[in-house]
């Protein structure tokens, strides 16, 4: 007789973006799942990762890790002061770490490893990976981002060979343990657009979109993918308020 597979029993992270959670059954997102944050230039979506770290370090006692693969981490603080949100006192009592990942794309064309050389996308890849395990270590961090990861994967000249790089990577996420944002540029804003590859890799994908239209500009924030629970699949508008980012769940943004 053939047993029913047994049911997963998840644990819930909530975003701490207003309004998110509601679109996903009042939940937020499964612990140590990797998302996929996708958006378009100015659409919010640093400042949507760092509010999801930000409430996670002060309120839900979930220390985290910012990879910044392309601004320095003082122009984060800068931005977050913006918001109210104090990230060098989060520092300051290990609930969050801000990494600066501009070391990894001013390496040589070559490295040394012993008496083993590789090349820089290699190293890179190897360094990445090394940096994100020991600082989550180090502070038991519970949340991830890594923003954007364009430019880690911009490297790789086949597409073979970044899509390899991308699943080394992705399994090194999971090994973490984190909740995670993958922040990375949106190629189209349509709502008919080609798919990326980490999409179908991720267990949930973000999108953040600004559309033109007569009035002005429309954001519109949809959650495409997120595996296993139900969750509102619809457009939703949403601004980027003096105190981050808000969907409005209720209401609907058909382009």
């Known amino acids: 007789m053939l047993q029913s597979p047994r049911r997963i029993e998840f644990v819930y992270t909530p975003t701490g973006v207003k309004g998110v959670d509601k679109l996903l059954s009042d939940l937020g997102v499964p612990q140590g799942y990797i998302i996929y944050l996708l958006g378009a230039p100015g659409s919010g979506k640093t400042t949507f990762a760092m509010q999801f770290l930000h409430h996670g370090a002060k309120f839900e006692n979930e220390p985290g890790v910012y990879v910044s693969l392309d601004e320095h981490p003082a122009y984060l603080r800068a931005h977050a002061r913006e918001?109210?949100?104090?990230?060098?006192?989060?520092?300051?009592?290990?609930?969050?770490?801000?990494?600066?990942?501009?070391?990894?794309?001013?390496?040589?064309?070559?490295?040394?490893?012993?008496?083993?050389?590789i090349g820089k996308r290699d190293?890179?890849?190897?360094?990445?990976?090394?940096?994100?395990t020991e600082a989550v270590k180090k502070i038991g961090a519970k949340r991830l981002v890594i923003d954007p990861t364009a430019v880690f994967s911009v490297q790789y000249t086949t597409e073979s060979d970044r899509r390899f790089a991308v699943m080394e990577l992705l399994q090194a996420i999971s090994q973490t343990g984190c909740t995670t944002l993958l922040v990375s540029e949106l190629s189209h804003t349509s709502l008919d657009r080609t798919y990326q590859?980490?999409?179908?890799?991720?267990?949930?994908?973000?999108i953040m979109r600004k559309i033109i239209r007569s009035g002005g500009v429309t954001r519109v924030f949809t959650i495409d993918k997120m595996r296993v629970i139900d969750h509102d699949t619809q457009p939703h508008p949403y601004r980027i308020t003096q105190t981050g980012i808000e969907v409005f769940p209720t209401e609907l943004a058909i382009p």
């Open 83 to 117: 918001f109210g949100w104090d990230l060098e006192g989060l520092e300051a009592s290990g609930k969050l770490a801000l990494l600066d990942g501009s070391p990894i794309r001013s390496l040589p064309g070559e490295t040394k490893l012993g008496s083993i050389t």
């Open 123 to 132: 190293f890179s890849l190897v360094s990445l990976i090394k940096w994100i």
């Open 197 to 206: 590859f980490e999409e179908f890799l991720a267990q949930g994908v973000i």
